[in-house]
């Protein structure tokens, strides 16, 4: 029974080793091509390194200016996870506990915004930070980020809220708590998978925007690491080795909160998905 069971699985497992090669084998090879010179990686691209070309790293490293890339990515993807999770939490309970006039036309409304691409705004958005004095300002990043990425926020927090058990709701009220007591000290603890979820999508995608700060940032004070990565590229095209080196530098970060993060968002959208 259990030989049968593994064959029957053993088509999932293969798929599975396949997508792990095809993720892994690129990454790989950027990590190895940053430890070669430019010279060695055009005549041995695939191989190892003949000799470690550590200085690829350790200058990078040794580098201000990427350290301020990586600041003000994360001061830039903190401010908007806070921002985001703080006013959708509230939307999402206010649409799963209170039953109003328009409740489900309104929440429609919200969930259009996941079909509204953010190319068609980037002229009106521009203008509209300009004529905010938010140009060069991580603000004019964290608000249009937060406001873009308030409609999956909201979608996931109110299948979460809704399926609250409403004698809690009801207990807490007959020992005198307030409506945003109950959310403050019952709802949102109970829903800390999905904060947990929430807060992950939200740092990953703004440490991996590129054209919202390329559109609000005009001076390199506050520039991020993605748009470090195009900048550092055009610097040194001729030294492909230097660039790998740099993209391999630019992920560290990312994959090493990922990594972290990986078992509470999984497991926050695998909740969510047994929620009606």
């Not at 703080?86 to 649409?95: E, I, K, P, Q, T």
């Not at 609250?164 to 109970?190: H, K, N, Q, Y």
Request: hydrophobic residues 55%.
């Amino acid at each position: 029974m259990r030989t049968s069971s593994g064959r029957r699985h053993l088509p999932l497992h293969a798929i599975l080793v396949v997508v792990g090669a095809v993720m892994a084998v690129p990454l790989l090879y950027a990590v190895l091509s940053g430890f070669k010179s430019t010279d060695e990686l055009s005549r041995n691209p695939v191989g190892l390194p003949d000799s470690w070309v550590t200085s690829n790293y350790t200058d990078i490293l040794g580098s201000g200016a990427f350290w301020r890339l990586v600041g003000n990515s994360t001061l830039i993807a903190v401010g908007t996870t806070v921002l985001v999770v703080a006013v959708a939490a509230l939307s999402a309970f206010s649409f799963a506990r209170f039953a109003f006039r328009g409740r489900e036309v309104l929440f429609t409304l919200f969930t259009m915004g996941l079909m509204f691409p953010f190319a068609v705004a980037a002229l009106p958005l521009f203008l509209l930070l300009r004529s905010m004095g938010l140009l060069d300002n991580p603000l004019g990043v964290i608000l249009p980020q937060a406001a873009f990425g308030l409609p999956m926020t909201i979608i996931i927090l109110r299948g979460f809220f809704r399926e609250i058990p409403g004698e809690l709701e009801e207990a807490a009220t007959l020992d005198g708590c307030s409506s945003f007591g109950f959310f403050w000290r019952v709802l949102l603890p109970m829903a800390r998978p999905a904060l947990g979820t929430v807060s992950v999508l939200a740092v990953v995608t703004s440490w991996n925007n590129f054209f919202l700060p390329l559109l609000v940032f005009t001076e390199d004070t506050w520039w991020t690491i993605p748009i470090g990565v195009q900048q550092f590229q055009g610097q040194y095209s001729a030294q492909y080795a230097r660039v790998f080196a740099y993209l391999v530098l630019a992920m560290v970060p990312a994959l090493a909160f990922y990594s972290v993060a990986e078992r509470q968002l999984v497991g926050g959208l695998t909740a969510g998905a047994t929620k009606g």
